[in-house]
């Protein structure tokens, strides 16, 4: 089965201090990989993705992202954090479910706060 | 290009009343729509998707209902409220998943 693990529920790190957000992954065949950002009341935001080509994904905001197949990760960093980065991190895969329709599934979300 | 819109962004109901939030997309057709709700600001739980107008999969059984009457909205509904259904219910849609979604702003759902 298909499955995403996010195993921090929350990350604290000082303002312009990298920041890391983690995430591993278990799929049969290649994955897909996303992560997304939702600020408080609102919608979920794409960040990045990584399909295929360079293990590093560069994204919106200055994050980007490190694809490690034998490692199965797919970590969120950022090298110098913004108070403003503070918010919920998803990250997901890109799974066929049972029936015909692909669709994501989703980790359970990484709190990221920013201290000034 | 294309937009996908939430409504109402906020709801109180009453325990025990109806419930429709409505999802619609512009500037596409033919969208896989997704209704996800997020209990406390954590994780995103999938409760239904559909693939076509009138094709509804369910992923969890509770006491919810879905509908796509029309290609590009989407509906979810309640007979019966209950308090254990307050969250944020976010709508998303794409063409292809391996693409990611997009996702819809969001309704705060609170049941009194």
């Known amino acids: 089965a298909q499955s995403v693990a996010q195993p921090e529920d929350q990350v604290n790190v000082a303002e312009g201090n990298p920041l890391t957000v983690k995430c591993t992954y278990s799929?049969?065949?290649?994955?897909?990989l996303f992560w997304y950002v939702q600020y408080p009341n609102r919608g979920l935001q794409f960040l990045l993705k990584?399909?295929?080509?360079?293990?590093l994904v560069k994204g919106s905001y200055g994050f980007e992202a490190e694809f490690n197949k034998s490692q199965t990760s797919f970590h969120l960093k950022k090298p110098s954090a913004l108070v403003s980065d503070s918010a919920l991190y998803f990250c997901?895969?890109?799974?066929?479910?049972?029936?015909?329709?692909?669709?994501?599934?989703f980790g359970s979300g990484t709190q990221l706060t920013v201290l000034p | 290009s294309q937009t996908i819109h939430q409504w109402p962004a906020t709801l109180v109901q009453p325990v025990g009343s109806p419930l429709s939030l409505e999802c619609t997309v512009e500037?596409?057709?033919?969208?896989?729509l997704y209704w996800y709700r997020q209990a406390a600001g954590r994780g995103l739980q999938l409760l239904f998707y559909?693939?076509?107008?009138?094709?509804i999969s369910s992923e969890v059984p509770q006491n919810l209902s879905a509908s796509r009457p029309q290609d590009r909205q989407f509906i979810l509904s309640s007979k019966k409220l209950l308090l254990s259904d307050s969250g944020f219910y976010l709508c998303?849609?794409?063409?292809?998943?391996?693409?990611?979604?997009?996702f819809g702003s969001g309704t705060r759902l609170t049941v009194v």
């Open positions: 998303a849609w794409t063409h292809d998943p391996n693409y990611g979604y997009t």
């Open positions: 799929v049969s065949g290649n994955p897909y």
């Open positions: 990584y399909i295929t080509g360079d293990n």
């Open positions: 997901a895969v890109s799974y066929r479910s049972s029936g015909s329709a692909r669709q994501l599934t």
């Open positions: 500037g596409t057709s033919n969208p896989n």
């Open positions: 559909s693939v076509g107008i009138g094709q």
